[in-house]
């Protein structure tokens, strides 16, 4: 477990919105804001100086755009979580920024204590996918790799029904402490449960395991 407080970068061209998010997020010293940047190119510069635990990306900026500024950062920094900021949801800018290794995806207008509870949990390891857009950007995630000719990515080992029932939940966006509750047991047994998957699927985020098993037909 990570000691200290987690440290964010904003990257945001509207110097309103970085200070409010800086406002809001000062609140909890479980943050840390260790600078801003009004640019993809900017956030880029900044993130090997100031080495930030999280990073929380506008979609649309002059020059280089957040998807793009999160595909070459996780490309260069995998270990930084990418949160990505937008003004209106939308499946193909899920889409893209799932594809572009973003841990979180969520709106403006979505309010002060939903970006808390999104921030808490990428650092707790959860993504985060706005429920409404999950099923349909799945359906275009896993055509898009179907029509690149690529067979889904069987499991090394076969799924307990325990991990079945996790990966549905999983693939309908709920959160670990969401699949606890709702199975009725510890958030860390499925933890536990969510790594085994990612394991077998041989995968780097549960993100990616869902799109193989929607796919296999293993989750609906």
Do not use: C, W
């Not at 110097?15 to 801003?36: C, M, N, Q, T």
């Not at 029932?165 to 509750?181: F, R, T, W, Y």
């Not at 709702?182 to 041989?202: C, D």
């Amino acid at each position: 477990m990570k000691n200290g407080p987690t440290r964010v970068l904003l990257v945001d061209d509207h110097p309103l919105v970085r200070e409010g998010v800086r406002a809001r997020l000062s609140k909890f010293d479980e943050f840390e804001i260790i600078g801003e940047a009004a640019s993809g190119e900017e956030a880029l510069e900044k993130v090997p100086k100031l080495l930030p635990d999280l990073v929380l990306m506008d979609v649309r900026m002059p020059g280089m755009g957040g998807l793009e500024a999160t595909r070459r950062l996780k490309q260069t920094q995998p270990q930084v979580s990418v949160v990505v900021l937008t003004m209106h949801e939308s499946e193909e800018n899920l889409v893209e920024a799932i594809l572009a290794g973003a841990a979180g995806y969520i709106t403006k207008e979505s309010g002060p204590d939903h970006l808390v509870e999104a921030l808490r949990s990428v650092v707790g390891g959860s993504s985060v996918i706005p429920t409404a857009l999950l099923s349909r950007s799945l359906e275009i995630l896993s055509q898009r790799e179907a029509d690149s000719a690529s067979l889904p990515k069987e499991p090394s080992e076969p799924l307990t029904p325990r991990e079945v029932e996790v990966l549905q939940l999983l693939a309908e966006g709920h959160s670990n402490k969401e699949i606890a509750d709702r199975l009725v047991v510890v958030e860390a047994t499925v933890k536990k449960h969510v790594h085994n998957i990612i394991q077998k699927f041989g995968v780097s985020d549960r993100t990616q395991a869902a799109i193989q098993a929607f796919r296999m037909g293993l989750v609906r």
